[in-house]
C-alpha cells in the first residue's frame, strides 16, 4: 500500500511531529509505503497535497490534523480512489471520537501512532461527504465530513478562528468561552430555507446539516445519521431572541432537542438557505463565508479507511465494526486506557 501523510503543525495544543514519525515507521513495518509527510503552511496546502497524492496513484492518504484540516483533504480526495485516513492531532477531534480512536488528551499516551495500528487492521469504505455552495457561483464549494452550519456556531467558529492562540492555550475551551460569550446576545434572523424542494420560512437562530452523530466533542446530535446512507440529517433550530439561543444550547447538550417543538428535522439530499440578513457558514468548525448557500450530500464520493472499532450503526451494513458503545462499555474502555497508559509508562 503507499501512502503519504499530510501534518498540520499549527492544529492541537502541542507539537504531535515526533508521533507522525512514529506512526509512520510504525506502518513502513507493516508493508506500508509512506511517500512523504507532508507539512502544512497555510490554508489550501491540505487540499493541494491530497489532490497530489491522488494523482500519484496513492491508495491512501492519511491526515494528522484537526476537523478542519481534515475537510480540506477531503475537498482534494472526493471523488478519487484514494483512501482518506485520520490520525487525530487536533483540538476537537469529533470524527476520531466518531470512529472510536484515541485522541490526545485521554489516557491513551500515543494516541497517534495507536490509531495507526487500529487503521492497518481497518478496511475501506465508500462514505458521502457534504457539500456547500453560494448561490450563483459566487465562490467556490467545500466538502465536509462531519457537518456543516448556518447561524450561531459558524459564529462561534468564527470568532475563535480570529484568536488561534487562544484556541492552541486553551483548547475546547476556547469554543465554549466564545458560545457563552455570544449566547448573551444572539438572535435569529428571518430566513427562507428549501429542503428538498419543500419551501420553509421561520426565523432561523441555527441550521446544522450533519453527516455523522457526533456534534462537538461529546454531544450527540444526529443519533440516527449514518455516513453511506445519501442524506444528511438536517436540525432548524427556530427562535428570535438571546434566551431562546441559550435554551437551544442547553437543549442540545442535554439531547433534549429531538422532540423539540422549535426544533425542525429533516434528512435531505439537498437545502437551500437564504437569510434576510448575511449569517456566517462553516464546513466542520472552518468558516468560510456567508449566507446564501446550497448545503446537498454527494453520496459514498469519498474512500474513508475505517478502524476495527468504529461503530456499527454509522454504516448502513454494520459489518465488521462494533456495537454502539453503552456508558457501561464507556467505563470499561476507559479502564483499558488507564491499564495502557500505566502498562507504556514501565
Not at 488528551?105 to 495500528?117: F, M, T, W
Not at 481497518?122 to 465536509?144: E, L, M, N, Y
Request: with cysteine; glycine share 10%; charged share 20%.
Amino acid at each position: 500500500m503507499r501512502a503519504s501523510i499530510i501534518f498540520n503543525p499549527a492544529a492541537g495544543q502541542r507539537t504531535y511531529l515526533d508521533e507522525v514519525r512514529q506512526a509512520a515507521d510504525f506502518l513502513a513495518t507493516r508493508g506500508w509505503d509512506i511517500a512523504a509527510i507532508e507539512e502544512t503552511r497555510g490554508i489550501g496546502d491540505a487540499t493541494t497535497y491530497a489532490r497530489e497524492a491522488a494523482a500519484h496513484g496513492h491508495d491512501v492518504v492519511f491526515v494528522a490534523g484537526g476537523d478542519g484540516t481534515i475537510a480540506q483533504v477531503v475537498d482534494g480526495l472526493v471523488g478519487t480512489a484514494t483512501a482518506l485516513a485520520v490520525l487525530p492531532a487536533g483540538t476537537g477531534n469529533v470524527f476520531a471520537r466518531q470512529i472510536n480512536l484515541p485522541v490526545p488528551g485521554g489516557l491513551q499516551l500515543r494516541p497517534i501512532l495507536e490509531s495507526a495500528r487500529l487503521l492497518a487492521e481497518g478496511q475501506v469504505r465508500a462514505v458521502d461527504v457534504g457539500r456547500i455552495t453560494p448561490r450563483k457561483g459566487r465562490g467556490p464549494s467545500r466538502h465536509f465530513l462531519c457537518w456543516g452550519g448556518v447561524g450561531f456556531d459558524a459564529e462561534v467558529s468564527m470568532a475563535v478562528s480570529k484568536e488561534m492562540n487562544r484556541k492552541r492555550r486553551l483548547g475546547i475551551l476556547a469554543f465554549l468561552a466564545t458560545g457563552f460569550f455570544l449566547l448573551q446576545h444572539y438572535a435569529g434572523t428571518g430566513a427562507i430555507v428549501r429542503v428538498d424542494g419543500r419551501r420553509i420560512s421561520r426565523r432561523m437562530i441555527m441550521l446544522v446539516a450533519n453527516n455523522i452523530q457526533l456534534y462537538g466533542v461529546f454531544i450527540r446530535m444526529a443519533p440516527a445519521a449514518v455516513l453511506d446512507d445519501g442524506r444528511l440529517d438536517v436540525f432548524y433550530f427556530e427562535g428570535s431572541s438571546p434566551l431562546r439561543t441559550a435554551l437551544h444550547a442547553v437543549r442540545v447538550i442535554l439531547g433534549l432537542h429531538i422532540g423539540d417543538p422549535k426544533v425542525a428535522i429533516y434528512q435531505a439530499q439537498q437545502v437551500e438557505v437564504i437569510t434576510y440578513r448575511p449569517l456566517p457558514v462553516h464546513v466542520d468548525g472552518d468558516a468560510i463565508g456567508y449566507t446564501p448557500v446550497i448545503i446537498e450530500v454527494v453520496p459514498r464520493a469519498l474512500q474513508l479507511l475505517t478502524p476495527p472499532c468504529a461503530p456499527a450503526d454509522l454504516f448502513m451494513d454494520g459489518v465488521g465494526a462494533v456495537a454502539p458503545q453503552t456508558p457501561w462499555d464507556w467505563v470499561g474502555q476507559m479502564t483499558h486506557d488507564a491499564h495502557t497508559a500505566v502498562w507504556d509508562m514501565r
